[in-house]
Nanobody, 120 residues
């Protein structure tokens, strides 16, 4: 019932940039907090960034000065601009909708993920 569709992943060399997009529904954008997670091979999924309905953002410390989260409420789309990518940024990136504060659809919802591979 919750559809989150990521795009924009790919392979880049260290120092390069990518911009991820997440298409969601207006229903989700209006009711849930949006963000990005990532999961590297052999590691646990971790929160990369999130954005509140007032536009305030949080970031994983290791990406704070390199990534920027934003959202276009008119398009119901979430973005993650990733600059100066490092090899350690390699992971599957997931769009997430945190709907745990609402009655429905309650929970933390994920997109299918998009692969980001950074090489030297």
């Amino acid at each position: 019932q919750v559809e989150l569709v990521e795009s924009g992943g790919g392979s880049v060399q260290a120092g390069g940039s990518l911009k991820l997009s997440c298409a969601a529904s207006a229903f989700i954008f209006q009711r849930c907090e949006m963000g990005w997670y990532r999961q590297a091979p052999g590691k646990e999924r971790e929160s990369v960034s999130s954005i509140s309905n007032d536009g305030s953002a949080t970031y994983l410390e290791s990406v704070k000065d390199r990534f920027t989260i934003s959202q276009d409420k008119l398009k119901n789309t979430l973005y993650l601009q990733m600059n100066n990518l490092k090899i350690e940024d390699t992971a599957v990136y997931y769009c997430a909708a945190d709907c745990r504060r609402v009655t429905w659809p309650r929970g933390l919802h994920w997109g299918q993920g998009t692969q980001v591979t950074v090489s030297s």
